[in-house]
């Protein structure tokens, strides 16, 4: 007999044997059991989070049920969450928070003047370049004539095209300028969205119903580097994908290219590279991802929401990159952000795609609604026709060659400051920045005492983890006269200071992310964020109001 035959005869005589004094109803209860645990083991081995990272999680979740470790958490937890609160309120300078609607409206001079004071506050100097990105160019001349075009455009909604047929002009216009600036080909097309976020949420989209809808795939995956964006991992949560975060490398910070072609699975639907990512400003090996992507069939997208309107005019500012964009075979969408090195003001960015396939996909269509048919192309309904009007502008005020100007600044000052910052003792830079982020860490010292040290001398620098970090985002107001140098001579006197002591403590509110990093349970940091949020829309609640707690207002 053969080996299978074998198994399967010596299988029937062990079944036989175990049924053999059973009555009928135990053998058809015996056997459903099984089959119901057998499914239940299946579905919990196969989640979408791996068996380590949820077992953790459980291990985690039922310390926290431990009364003594429940009430030093919460304890800890309050004192956070006041923190939060305390700083909201500092924040605020001890103005007066409106919470019910004024009984008679308000005449627009005290409403610009309540608009004005509301402005000013906060500590910050970001117009004069004390800020790691955030606002990325700063012109009352420009935001003059945007205020007029959104103004003029303010009641449009491109969701009546046919009401308002020139809003969708401009917004087509505005996707095909970008599709241009990236080498589209005449297949390729796209859409204006609110941001970022919501450009990498539509491609996820698209392409977990491409994968669904057009290669059979059940449960899409997202495989992407450690260093992209959390947008992705927001599209996986909210159109329940699953993800697999690549290392980078530890030397170069781009992502590791033989760990992201293991992870490729038959449940793979789109890879990703970033061009730059957010943290170390570095850029992934786009041609290489790109090439996965042609080999296994996948399709490859390409954030550039941070770095697109600097990246696509680098090459005539005379600092060419490797090739990233559509030029690439492989490549198959594109995000990039208007409103960042676009200079457009906040709420608009563009999603791009190589052929209409894949935004066909995107778009979403209910056909059987009593309201009538309805398709929307991204996830908001009605849309601000004001912000398309006034991000086109911007583009028409720029034009290629301001652009151009523009990147020729912030890449020479970001290559100033990094190759300043790497003459310094004690600190070394992240790989190899490609624009305009350059980020710093120290194995002398705790880099966090840096954040604390510029920031009590003004400047607002973003933290990282794993390893801790810090960076900046160089912004057009950094090109200003004497910015780059000033925050030279800051960090060196600081390194000077701090090398004095190298093993001192991280002090200040940098101490709270150095410790954040430290927790291995990630669900108490997430607790943290969750009080930091609710922090956000904190106003005086009525007991506050009536002079029973603190005197806020
Ligand atoms: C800012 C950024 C995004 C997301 O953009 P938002 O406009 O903030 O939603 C995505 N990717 C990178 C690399 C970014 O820096």
Redo the contacts with the bound molecule.
């Keep these: 007999m053969d080996p299978v035959r074998l198994y399967a005869y010596n299988l029937r005589l062990f079944v036989n044997g175990y049924f053999s004094n059973k009555d009928p109803f135990q053998i058809v209860t015996i056997t459903a059991t099984t089959v119901l645990a057998g499914v239940w083991l299946w579905e919990f081995v196969f989640q979408d989070e791996s068996l380590v990272s949820r077992g953790k999680k459980a291990i985690f979740k039922l310390a926290r049920r431990i009364p003594a470790i429940a009430n030093k958490i919460n304890m800890e937890m309050e004192k956070i969450n006041q923190e939060f609160e305390d700083d909201v309120i500092a924040r605020c300078q001890g103005k007066p928070f409106i919470t019910e609607l004024p009984k008679t409206g308000r005449t627009h001079d005290e409403i610009l003047k309540e608009v004005e004071q509301n402005l000013t506050l906060g500590e910050y100097k970001w117009k004069d370049g004390f800020v790691s990105g955030a606002v990325y160019n700063f012109d009352p001349d420009l935001i003059k004539l945007l205020t007029e075009v959104y103004g003029r455009a303010s009641y449009t909604n491109p969701l009546h095209p046919d009401i308002f047929p020139g809003v969708c002009k401009m917004e087509a216009e505005v996707v095909r300028m970008t599709a241009n600036l990236f080498h589209g080909g005449p297949d390729s097309c796209g859409v204006m969205t609110t941001?970022?976020?919501?450009s990498?949420l539509m491609a996820c989209k698209a392409y977990r119903d491409y994968a669904i809808e057009e290669q059979g795939i059940k449960h899409p995956e997202i495989v992407l580097p450690v260093t992209a964006?959390p947008?992705f991992d927001k599209a996986a949560a909210y159109f329940r994908m699953r993800v697999r975060h690549i290392p980078v490398d530890p030397k170069t910070y781009k992502v590791d290219l033989r760990a992201m072609k293991r992870a490729i699975s038959r449940n793979t639907c789109m890879l990703v590279g970033?061009t730059p990512?957010?943290p170390y400003g570095t850029m992934d090996d786009i041609k290489q991802i790109a090439a996965l992507g042609v080999k296994y069939n996948i399709p490859v997208h390409v954030?550039a929401?941070?770095g697109g309107f600097i990246i696509a005019f680098m090459e005539d500012a005379g600092s060419p990159l490797p090739p990233f964009d559509f030029r690439v075979p492989g490549v198959t969408s594109i995000?990039a952000?208007t409103?960042?090195y676009g200079y457009a003001p906040k709420g608009s960015?563009v999603i791009l795609y190589s052929h209409p396939k894949y935004r066909h996909h995107q778009f979403c269509v209910t056909t059987d609604w009593p309201g009538g048919v309805y398709g929307s192309p991204a996830v908001s309904g009605s849309r601000a026709g004001g912000i398309i009007a006034a991000c086109w502008a911007t583009l028409l005020h720029f034009g290629l060659e301001g652009y151009v100007e523009a990147t020729r600044k912030i890449v020479a000052t970001t290559k100033y400051i990094e190759q300043g910052l790497r003459e310094m003792d004690g600190i070394y830079v992240f790989g190899k920045p490609i624009s305009s982020v350059v980020a710093i860490g120290s194995d002398k010292f705790h880099i966090y005492r840096l954040s604390d040290g510029m920031c009590k001398r003004g400047w607002n620098l973003s933290p990282l983890q794993f390893p801790s970090g810090i960076h900046l985002c160089v912004t057009y107001m950094h090109t200003f006269d004497g910015v780059a140098d000033r925050f030279l001579s800051d960090v060196r006197e600081e390194l000077a200071f701090i090398l004095q002591e190298p093993d001192k403590k991280v002090g200040g509110k940098f101490a709270v992310y150095g410790m954040s990093h430290s927790i291995p349970d990630r669900s108490i940091v997430g607790d943290f964020t969750r009080f930091f949020l609710d922090a956000m829309y904190y106003t005086p609640s009525k007991r506050q109001e009536t002079g029973n707690s603190k005197a806020l207002v």
Excluded at 195 to 198: L, P, Q, S
């Design positions: 941001g970022g976020t919501e990498i964006h947008a970033s990512n957010y954030d929401c941070l995000s952000d409103h960042k960015s």
